[in-house]
């Protein structure tokens, strides 16, 4: 069942809910540059496991509205604060992969966890994407800056040369193009936007707000947000647990997606 949630004036938000009757909840907010349906493989077996799966299109991506402004992790925590309070969520997992991950982490502390039980994080974007006076860890700035520029300049070139990196494990030419038609289905100018939060936001004082269990999930071949941020998460998050995926890059949900749904499953059920 897919709906719209308004999250403020004139911005509507695309909400795809399954398995609506069942209160163990998993809320996904997807990474950049996809949309809730890179969770597919997720979507097709947690819910004859027992979950209620819903997943968030975040704004300017796959079928939410795609304004020119709001895409600094503030307001991005707001519109899953709008979500959970429209669809009166409680007690749910909360989970994020990449700059979903970092949007998941921004509204821990900003909205205190706010319906939240669990937290699981799979590759997420955080405490920062870049390396920083005083943090050695993630890109290059440069890495990032020329993400912007491709954007601005040819843009399927760039999700094309995007998606060469994402997976770890072997793709088919057709969900290659199935991914990349993910990408093109954004705005440009939020494609952009969001990547220039990799640049201006930052999650130290996060990690150490959050107060629920956590999950961390990391593929140890990640070119996108490398696994040593994963570890960092682990070492600034209380009560967290590390689950590190040999045969994985940024995308363990598909790279390893039985042993990923697994071990999702049995965390939001509270069996680890």
């Not at 004036?9 to 907010?29: H, Q, R, S």
């Not at 979507?43 to 600094?72: E, H, Q």
């Not at 057709?174 to 954004?186: C, D, I, R, T």
Request: net charge negative.
């Amino acid at each position: 069942m897919g709906y719209f949630i308004t999250v403020e004036k004139n911005v509507n938000i695309y909400v795809e809910d399954l398995n609506p009757d069942c209160e163990n909840t998993i809320l996904f907010l997807h990474g950049w540059p996809g949309s809730h349906k890179l969770f597919e493989y997720q979507f097709d077996v947690l819910p004859a496991m027992g979950f209620r799966c819903i997943g968030i299109d975040t704004r300017g991506f796959g079928n939410s509205d795609k304004p020119f402004c709001g895409y600094d992790y503030d307001r991005l925590a707001d519109d899953v604060r709008a979500v959970i309070d429209v669809l009166n969520l409680r007690n749910i997992t909360l989970a994020g992969h990449s700059t979903g991950g970092a949007i998941a982490i921004r509204y821990m502390a900003r909205h205190r966890g706010f319906g939240v039980a669990r937290l699981a994080l799979f590759a997420a974007a955080a405490p920062s994407l870049i390396k920083r006076p005083n943090f050695p860890y993630g890109l290059d700035k440069d890495v990032v800056t020329q993400i912007i520029n491709g954007t601005y300049a040819d843009r399927p070139n760039m999700l094309n040369n995007f998606g060469d990196i994402f997976f770890f494990q072997h793709i088919t030419y057709p969900f290659s193009q199935w991914f990349f038609q993910l990408g093109l289905q954004a705005a440009g100018w939020a494609t952009a936007a969001i990547a220039n939060t990799w640049l201006e936001e930052v999650l130290f004082s996060d990690l150490e707000a959050i107060d629920v269990p956590t999950l961390i999930i990391h593929g140890i071949h990640d070119q996108v947000v490398p696994y040593e941020l994963g570890v960092i998460q682990h070492q600034s998050i209380k009560n967290s647990r590390l689950e590190s995926f040999e045969f994985s890059g940024h995308a363990a949900f598909y790279d390893q997606k039985d042993e990923f749904n697994k071990v999702l499953a049995e965390f939001a059920k509270g069996d680890c």
